[in-house]
């Protein structure tokens, strides 16, 4: 069997340079082309808007239809709210118009994009010298649906993870002498910086997590790690500055981020969102596709490897994510991100070797391992399959789920036959068949609007603020006995609460609250006329009947939005 020769690579650099391009294409391809989705995006974005529209001495306390918001640190929402600014005066736009969704996803798009050639960068690191090994992990970063789809979305999670990927980095480039050390360090502080703006709570355990891997790797004197801690120390101190601030101008309020939305999700589920760490499994099984069959080799591997710095932090970033998500007793599908990037760690190394077959980089069970290709051409020619079913409208399958198909299809089945061969090229060109093709299914799936299935499980919110636009609907309105949505406020303009029973529709009269319901709205004492029936909801205007106000007024329980 001929000896793969790694020297036939590009340069590093290039290979990674030309996956992060594939990432920002992955990233911007029709990123505005669908609504924004509940619940993070249409809060995020009315956060971003009310900070674009504050004046500079208030741009650091967020408010949220003009009350604080204290869920989640300002980061993200203040580069949004920089980008609206300069949508804005680009546009000669008014300060109250509402950016296009593109405007409002650019920046965590963009931002979550550089996770990619992190990831390299920090195997890289790990296993120096072996340039096949982080290109593949910055291939299987590049093409995890989880990691593509949630990195566009105008959410916190994507920038979250490469705060937590440059501390990795950082702390395992900081070495003597000391200007290394003090430049990385100060890097790894930013890095906690990051997550301290984004999700606080998480920052102390992903800082403690690496600097106990970096501990145990036992190559700095205590003169080095006092000058590393030092400098991580300063690049700390604009996050920590800014709870500080926090905590003084909005006092015991500014703990909520710490408490209800950051440790009691340990204790308990928040919102009706439980189901313990079976959620962030099945997370798992379903989004590693591809690469889920490389998981085990890689484990494997690396606890071959336990005694190097790459085995041992392989194993013990694995752990350690794996303990901040799995322990959560409230569980939300995007919470299993913080697992992907360990993955892709562990999986690179294998996957190169499927590409190499070098004798110095063996994961345990390479026989089994040699054949998994043959998996990847099945679940090719069943994608191959399904692109004919689609073809001709079998199943209710249309033409886009028809390219996803052929796409994926074509990548795996010739990929996976190639990297079965005996010689060396036809396996390079069997792996990158199976990047390229797994990659193209997912540009075209993000070009399509099937990546944001989450849209399709209730009515579409732009349409209903549409139909209350067109009516120049005045005073306030509800949602007859279904909760809040935050994009319909978005795009509404206005807070448009629930309503469950005729107590909460006093706050509108007189003459009377517009309500929103998918039928004829029955509440007790009321009386409802229908102004317009729209594709979704109807729009009721409500009056109470005579000498019910009062006995309304005496039943309606306390409401704690109002």
């Not at 360090?185 to 906690?192: R, T, V």
């Not at 889920?292 to 606890?303: D, I, R, T, V």
């Not at 071959?304 to 085995?311: C, I, L, S, V």
């Not at 949505?485 to 107590?503: C, K, M, Q, T």
Request: net charge positive.
């Amino acid at each position: 069997m001929p000896a793969f020769r790694p020297e036939r690579l590009p340069p590093l650099s290039l290979l990674i340079g030309g996956l992060w391009l594939l990432a920002v294409a992955t990233a911007l391809v029709g990123l505005g082309d669908l609504p924004l989705r509940d619940w993070d995006e249409g809060i995020v974005a009315r956060v971003a808007l009310e900070t674009s529209q504050a004046p500079w001495s208030q741009k650091l306390l967020p408010t949220y239809w003009g009350e604080p918001y204290l869920n989640k640190p300002p980061g993200l929402h203040l580069l949004i709210a920089a980008a609206i600014g300069l949508w804005r005066g680009l546009t000669a736009a008014p300060a109250t118009a509402l950016p296009p969704e593109w405007v409002v996803r650019l920046v965590p798009a963009l931002l979550s994009t550089a996770l990619v050639p992190l990831l390299a960068a920090i195997q890289w690191r790990l296993r120096p010298g072996d340039r096949l090994s982080a290109v593949a992990t910055g291939a299987i970063a590049l093409t995890l649906l989880p990691l593509a789809r949630h990195g566009r979305l105008a959410m916190l999670d994507g920038c979250q993870l490469v705060g937590m990927a440059l501390i990795w980095w950082a702390l395992l480039s900081a070495k003597a002498p000391r200007p290394r050390l003090l430049r990385w360090g100060l890097l790894a502080g930013l890095g906690g910086t990051a997550l301290l703006l984004l999700k606080a709570p998480t920052a102390l355990p992903v800082l403690l997590m690496a600097l106990a891997l970096r501990l145990l790797d036992r190559d700095l004197s205590r003169r080095d790690w006092a000058w590393l801690l030092a400098a991580l120390a300063v690049g700390l101190l604009p996050g920590l500055a800014w709870h500080g601030f926090h905590g003084l101008a909005r006092g015991d309020g500014a703990l909520h981020m710490w408490t209800s939305q950051g440790f009691a999700r340990l204790s308990q589920p928040m919102e009706g969102h439980g189901g313990g760490p079976l959620v962030p499994v099945l997370e798992v099984l379903e989004g590693g596709w591809p690469w889920l069959p490389l998981w085990p080799f890689g484990l494997g591997l690396a606890w071959r490897q336990r005694g190097h710095q790459a085995g041992r932090w392989c194993l013990g970033l694995t752990l350690g994510t794996a303990l901040l998500v799995l322990p959560l007793r409230t569980q939300l599908p995007w919470y299993s991100l913080l697992l992907w990037p360990s993955f892709a760690l562990v999986c690179g190394p294998v996957f190169a070797w499927l590409v190499a077959r070098g004798r110095e980089l063996r994961p345990p069970g390479t026989r089994l391992l040699a054949r998994l290709p043959r998996l990847w051409s099945l679940i090719g020619a069943a994608g191959l399959l399904a692109a004919g079913l689609a073809a001709w409208g079998v199943f209710g399958l249309s033409a886009a789920h028809g390219l996803l198909a052929l796409a994926l299809g074509l990548g795996l089945l010739l990929g996976g036959r190639m990297l079965v061969s005996r010689r060396s090229q036809q396996r390079l060109a069997g792996g990158l068949g199976t990047v390229a093709g797994v990659w193209l299914s997912l540009l075209l799936l993000m070009a399509s609007p099937l990546w944001l299935w989450e849209l399709n499980e209730n009515w579409r919110t732009p349409a209903v603020a549409r139909m209350l636009q067109q009516r120049g609907v005045g005073g306030p309105v509800r949602i007859w006995q279904e909760s809040e949505r935050p994009s319909l406020n978005w795009y509404a303009g206005r807070r448009i609460r629930g309503a469950d029973h005729s107590g909460d529709l006093l706050s509108g009269t007189p003459p009377g609250p517009a309500l929103l319901s998918r039928q004829a709205p029955e509440p007790e004492d009321w009386h409802c006329r229908q102004l317009e029936q729209g594709e979704s909801l109807g729009l009721y205007r409500c009056r109470p009947e005579p000498d019910s106000r009062d006995h309304a007024r005496a039943v309606a329980p306390s409401d704690p939005h109002s």
